[in-house]
């Protein structure tokens, strides 16, 4: 069974700082792996999305990297900012369509 | 593009009582939606997929006769808790896919909460 795991589990960082958010899975039998961003109440917002095949995706200040092998993928986030406080996840699709989920990583950047 | 919504996005019912919750592509099509449950402070738990026109798969621990899901159309899939208790309440979201194996949309949930 599919375990996803994302440490730390909380982060309060000042404004301006790099961060790192970290997601590891069990199995490395995956087809890709998505990382979502969720607001306080609200769905589901997608970052990022990496296929097996692939190393890393870039979206503006985001950086997102997958080692299938080690079972392990880094969000990177640059010049962080107010607005980017909120609960990131990870998730990772296996056969069959199934999503598995992290547990998050509630992230405050502080002005 | 690939818009998905629910409705309502909260509400309130007493126990015992049902309640139905929609999910929509709006402007897809989705042979596949999934639901799923979020409790506070915690992480999506997958409850059933359902492919369009044939009955929802339901994940280990989820009670099918307890929540009851419809994918009549390409569109719609209906989420029903029934006789629903005050443990019922939670977020929940619904994803859709254009077919298995694509990307999951996500809906923005539907904050249930039965007093």
């Known amino acids: 069974k599919q375990e996803v795991t994302q440490i730390p589990a909380a982060l309060s960082v000042p404004e301006g700082e790099n961060l790192v958010l970290n997601c590891s899975f069990t199995?490395?039998?995956?087809?890709?792996l998505q990382w979502f961003r969720q607001d306080p109440g609200k769905g589901l917002t997608s970052l990022l999305l990496i296929q097996s095949s692939q190393r890393e995706q870039t979206s503006g200040r985001l950086n997102a990297s997958l080692d299938k092998s080690s079972g392990r993928s880094t969000l990177y986030i640059a010049a962080s900012q107010p607005g980017d406080s909120a609960t990131y996840l990870c998730?990772?699709?296996?056969?069959?369509?199934?999503?598995?989920f992290g547990g998050g990583t509630r992230l405050m950047v502080k002005p | 593009g690939a818009v998905v919504s629910q409705h309502p996005s909260w509400v309130i019912c007493k126990s015992g009582t049902s309640v139905k919750i929609e999910c929509r592509s709006l402007?897809?099509?989705?042979?596949?939606m999934f639901w799923y449950r979020q409790f506070p402070k915690q992480s999506l738990m997958l409850m059933a997929t359902s492919n369009e026109g044939s009955k929802a798969t339901y994940e280990q621990g989820v009670e099918k006769d307890k929540f009851l899901i419809n994918h009549a159309s390409l569109t719609l899939s209906t989420l029903t808790v029934t006789s629903a208790h005050p443990e019922d309440s939670s977020f929940y979201i619904c994803s859709a896919s254009k077919a298995s194996g694509y990307e999951q949309y996500f809906g923005p949930g539907t904050r249930l909460t039965v007093t």
């Open positions: 199995d490395s039998a995956i087809y890709n």
């Open positions: 998730a990772v699709r296996a056969a069959g369509n199934m999503l598995t």
């Open positions: 402007d897809f099509q989705a042979t596949t």
